[in-house]
């Protein structure tokens, strides 16, 4: 009887066990159907991209490392694609969505997207990476919290809203591709947009949010537009900070937020004055006429329209420049934190690698292109990503054109010759990197590097030089996704390369980034173990010259 008993008990536990290993985290589950509609953003009939009907998207909302399921159907008339700006794609950089490491969705056909959100909390946001489809629309949301066991450094909000503002052209998207196409600049946008609408600011529009006296209330804030800086405030009301990117910040409270091209913020706002409405207001910085939205939060039971007299933003870059070194990431936070990226210590890990980048802007065969070094990037037809796994880089794009230390000619920066080609930088797998870039140009650019965050440790006008390394905050800068770099000046940032699989660094900017400021870092792990990095996954698409060779050997648990 013991025997039988003791037999029992062994598979019981056998059951038990293998229940606990093979658990997975909680899968949610969209189905996205992308199409054309028409809507006035700026009061103007155009044709915007919907999803599910909705301008912006659905937002994705998960805790962390939760497995995200989302199934495209593509019914535009063109190829599509999506990329989640923010989220890391540890070891899967399939999932990635730009063109150099996916083919496009062809019409009338659908594909879906898995990932993890692991390791992460946050708020970031998704577009589609495709021609010019962001200028149409396509974006939406994503807020990532902590797992219940985490505690959060602030009390429960009354409610959670997501804020997508940017600019807005009135021009169809296909208008814009045209112009870029031909060797011409997209010049001003006509408006901003909050959230799909540009609230005329005279008491007649419906509120966007409505709140309850006396309660506190988080802000998500994303820019999505497609070339200028925002600044963003409420109007008698303050805002505490306490998220940037996936970081928990030290809870400075401001009075607006300078908030540049792909950048996520988080603020609290509480509702403690007096109940009536009131202007959240979005601005464009640094432009020479700026072009302002509204969007009316109203208190319940409240009386009385907001005030026309808005809040001002500031002025200049300095003050902006200023803003970004009172942003300090909370040491004492808990929160999902990766190795090493999560190190409280990244100051004192050595720099294996500098690359310095320098940005500029040239003719081509008479046609505007945007260059790294002398390198303006070009799609090939074939993904990089999949010339790679297939072996067949060397018939796709070369390795290390731009070389980690470049000077323009003295007296011509921004007017050195320029190669248009695939731009690919090859990493060494968890190395320790500095990468500074140089903006020699007269407006503010914001960049973003894929499949990590980093460590923003400083912005400073001028160029940089291994001194300059004297300045760097290297005990509690933001580990973040982008960086903003201002006229005449350098931004540089420290991250570990400890993401296997192919990543985008690029402008934030649609038309520089369209004419090509951006480039790939290749992060091969040489153990080519699925410990390192997943295989392609098996509803992966194919094109170019992969379309038809033999797939390759996978990947195994070395």
């Not at 407006?443 to 894929?450: A, D, F, I, N, R």
Request: aromatic share 10%; net charge positive.
């Amino acid at each position: 009887m013991n025997k039988r008993l003791g037999c029992v008990l062994a598979i019981l536990l056998a059951i038990t066990c293998n229940i606990s290993v093979n658990g997975e985290d909680p899968y949610l589950f969209h189905e996205w159907k992308v199409t054309y509609g028409t809507l006035s953003p700026l009061g103007v009939p155009q044709k915007v991209i919907l999803i599910n009907g909705q301008f912006p998207g659905p937002r994705i909302n998960g805790t962390s490392n939760n497995n995200v399921v989302v199934n495209v159907f593509n019914q535009l008339d063109e190829p599509l694609l999506f990329t989640w700006s923010g989220i890391q794609q540890r070891k899967n950089s399939w999932q990635e969505g730009t063109l150099g490491n996916n083919c496009p969705i062809p019409p009338g056909t659908n594909f879906t997207y898995r990932f993890q959100i692991k390791d992460q909390i946050g708020s970031y946001y998704y577009y589609p990476t495709t021609s010019m489809h962001r200028a149409a629309g396509g974006f939406g949301g994503i807020s990532v919290l902590s797992r219940a066991l985490i505690p959060v450094p602030f009390e429960t909000p009354e409610a959670d809203h997501m804020v997508l503002v940017g600019d807005w052209y009135t021009k169809s998207h296909t208008e814009l591709k045209r112009l870029l196409d031909s060797g011409r600049a997209l010049g001003r946008p006509q408006g901003i947009v909050i959230n799909g609408k540009s609230g005329k600011g005279d008491g007649k529009d419906e509120p966007m949010f409505t709140v309850i006296p006396g309660k506190t209330y988080r802000f998500r804030i994303c820019n999505v537009g497609l070339k200028d800086s925002i600044n963003v405030r409420m109007q008698g009301h303050t805002l505490k900070l306490v998220e940037i990117e996936g970081s928990h910040t030290v809870q400075n409270v401001y009075e607006s937020l300078d908030i540049h091209l792909g950048q996520c913020f988080s603020v609290l706002v509480t509702a403690n004055q007096e109940p009536k409405d009131y202007f959240l207001v979005a601005s464009t910085r640094f432009t020479k006429d700026s072009h302002v939205a509204t969007a009316t939060i109203r208190y319940a039971n409240g009386k009385g329209p907001a005030s026309p007299e808005l809040p001002k933003a500031p002025e200049g870059w300095a003050w902006s420049l200023n803003q970004f070194r009172s942003f300090r990431w909370n040491l004492t936070a808990s929160a999902a934190r990766p190795n090493p990226q999560g190190s409280y210590h990244y100051g004192q890990i050595n720099i294996t690698r500098t690359i310095k980048l320098v940005t500029s802007a040239g003719q081509v065969d008479g046609k505007l292109r945007y260059a790294l070094n002398g390198v303006s990037h070009v799609d090939p037809t074939t993904p990089i990503k999949l010339a790679e796994y297939y072996g067949a880089g060397d018939k796709v794009f070369k390795y290390d054109l731009i070389k980690d230390e470049y000077e323009p000619s003295p007296g011509q920066a921004g007017q050195d010759k320029i190669t248009l080609a695939p731009n690919v930088v090859n990493a060494t797998y968890r190395n320790f990197v500095e990468i500074v870039i140089e903006n020699h140009g007269k407006s503010v650019q914001s960049w973003h590097l894929s499949g990590h965050s980093f460590f923003a440790v400083g912005i400073e006008p001028g160029r940089w030089t291994p001194e300059r390394r004297r300045n760097y905050n290297l005990l509690d800068a933001v580990s973040r996704n982008t960086i903003q770099v201002y006229p005449k000046s350098f931004a540089a940032i420290m991250t570990t390369l400890d993401n296997a699989g192919l990543w985008n660094l690029r402008s934030n900017s649609l038309e520089r980034n369209y004419l090509g400021h951006q480039l790939y870092f290749s992060v091969l792990s040489p153990n080519k173990s699925i410990k390192d990095e997943y295989n392609m996954p098996d509803n992966d698409l194919l094109c170019g010259i992969v379309k038809d060779m033999p797939k390759p050997t996978p990947y195994k648990a070395n």
